[in-house]
Nanobody
Framework: VQLQASGGGLVQSEGSLRLSCEISGSTSEYGVGWFRQAPGKEREWIGCFRSRDGAAEYADPMKGRISILRGDAKNKVDLQLNRLRPEDTAVYYC??????????????WGQGTQVTVSS
C-alpha cells in the first residue's frame, strides 16, 4: 500500500486549503487517518475516514474547522482545512489502514505535505 499526500502550501490566516491523499495498492475498503506534526512537537492525529461507510471522525482540537471526505476518485481521501491559524502550520500526513487515533495503529504512511499559515 502506498499513499501520496498533496495540496499543501502557504495560506493566510483564516484561509482554507484542501489536501488530498491518494491510496494505491490497497483493498477496496480502507481507513485513512490524517496527522500533522509541527516543528518540535509530536505527531498529532486530527481525524480519519472509513471508506466502508464514508464516515469520518475528528479530534477535538480541530473539530469544526476540518472535514475529511472522499476525494474525486474512489482511492482518494481529502482533508479540507478551514479558518486556518498560524498554529496550524505543520507537515500534514495521511496514513492507512485504520481509523484509530494512535500513530502506532497505522502501517502505511505518505510522505507528508507542508502547510504554512501566515499571520
Amino acid at each position: 500500500v502506498q499513499l501520496q499526500a498533496s495540496g499543501g502550501g502557504l495560506v493566510q490566516s483564516e484561509g482554507s486549503l484542501r489536501l488530498s491523499c491518494e491510496i494505491s495498492g490497497s483493498t477496496s475498503e480502507y481507513g485513512v487517518g490524517w496527522f500533522r506534526q509541527a516543528p518540535g512537537k509530536e505527531r498529532e492525529w486530527i481525524g480519519c475516514f472509513r471508506s466502508r461507510d464514508g464516515a469520518a471522525e475528528y479530534a477535538d482540537p480541530m473539530k469544526g474547522r476540518i472535514s475529511i471526505l472522499r476525494g474525486d476518485a474512489k482511492n482518494k481521501v481529502d482533508l479540507q482545512l478551514n479558518r486556518l491559524r498560524p498554529e496550524d502550520t505543520a507537515v500534514y500526513y495521511c496514513a492507512a489502514d485504520s481509523c484509530l487515533s494512535g500513530a502506532l495503529f497505522y502501517d502505511y504512511w505518505g510522505q507528508g505535505t507542508q502547510v504554512t499559515v501566515s499571520s
